[in-house]
């Protein structure tokens, strides 16, 4: 990395896993630390602002949902001018090793996190629950997760069957049941799609006196994607940090939503689904009205001629 250059603002697209970890190891090293934690998981601290961002990421997923292949971590703390620590798995490990453990215990025990004013914990899904989990290593902390399992200890969660290649894994031990681990945050965020029936389930775990809930229907399955699309994530996290997130404010940025075609097509599907074609026929109409997309402009043809027939014969 050259000297000067905003580090938040790097494209790392186009390299390789082994490539895009060695260019994080020079920001890290220019800008803060870089520190390996065991054979998966890696550490980035770039220093900025007196605010911490502690965002939790996976690595396959930063290349396939960022056109420059940059934490998404980095993306929320630039405009906010923000510290960040970015730590990073090579694969969905729900960070449930030892050396991760190791790390955030070291954190604590050098007062790092006392070093700032204000220290925000970020994850989605898997990320998400370690956001959550390792939270407690900072008190005070504020915390957003986006669709966060609890925990995948199969006593607790047995029918939860997504995962089931991690019931092998101990949710028992240090950092374990994520709802718990929040007791020590001044406000944790929980953001879950109530039509998904598993990731619900999940956010129910969470409902505790400090814990707000709130409900991104239709969004389930790639929520973070989703409301970065829409331009709501950055928002949301901001407000968060400032203590503003509340469900009046969070409605207000949902509400872009409407303008989302993903979004539009999910409630589509939920709509046709029911088998209530008029209702269909008119979230149909608005997709063809707002986005064009040909294939659903012969789903509309077709449900205006079915729905006129049915004038028709009553």
């Not at 969660?157 to 994520?178: L, N």
């Not at 709130?214 to 949301?236: D, K, S």
């Amino acid at each position: 990395m050259q000297d000067g250059t905003d580090p938040y603002t790097l494209s790392l697209s186009d390299l390789s896993p082994a490539q895009w970890l060695e260019e994080m190891q020079d920001i890290g090293e220019s800008c803060g630390f870089f520190e390996p934690l065991g054979p998966r998981h890696n550490a980035a601290f770039v220093e900025k602002g007196d605010t911490l961002l502690v965002s939790f990421e996976s690595l396959p997923a930063i290349q396939a949902l960022s056109e420059d292949a940059r934490p998404v971590g980095f993306e929320l703390a630039k405009d906010n001018d923000w510290s960040c620590l970015t730590v990073i798995c090579n694969r969905d490990t729900w960070f449930r090793e030892k050396e991760v453990y190791g790390f955030f215990d070291q954190m604590t025990d050098d007062g790092f996190f006392d070093d700032f004013d204000q220290v925000v914990f970020f994850g989605a899904g898997p990320c998400g629950y370690a956001a959550c989990a390792f939270s407690v290593a900072a008190p005070g902390a504020t915390v957003i997760a986006l669709e966060p399992q609890a925990t995948l200890d199969p006593r607790l969660t047995e029918w939860d069957d997504r995962f089931t290649h991690m019931r092998r894994t101990d949710f028992t031990d240090r950092y374990g049941y994520a709802p718990d681990m929040l007791e020590a945050a001044s406000a944790a965020h929980i953001l879950y799609d109530p039509s998904d029936r598993l990731g619900a389930m999940h956010a129910a775990l969470f409902a505790r006196s400090g814990v707000t809930r709130f409900r991104a229907r239709h969004l389930g399955g790639g929520m973070q994607l989703n409301l970065t699309q829409m331009g709501v994530l950055e928002p949301i996290v901001t407000a968060a940090a400032k203590g503003s997130l509340d469900r009046a404010l969070f409605a207000e940025l949902y509400r872009k939503r409407r303008s989302h075609v993903l979004y539009c097509k999910k409630l589509f599907a939920a709509v046709e689904a029911t088998d209530r074609p008029r209702l269909a026929e008119a979230a149909c109409a608005y997709i063809v009205t707002n986005f064009g997309a040909p294939r659903y402009r012969r789903k509309l043809k077709a449900f205006q001629q079915t729905n006129a027939q049915e004038d028709v014969a009553s």
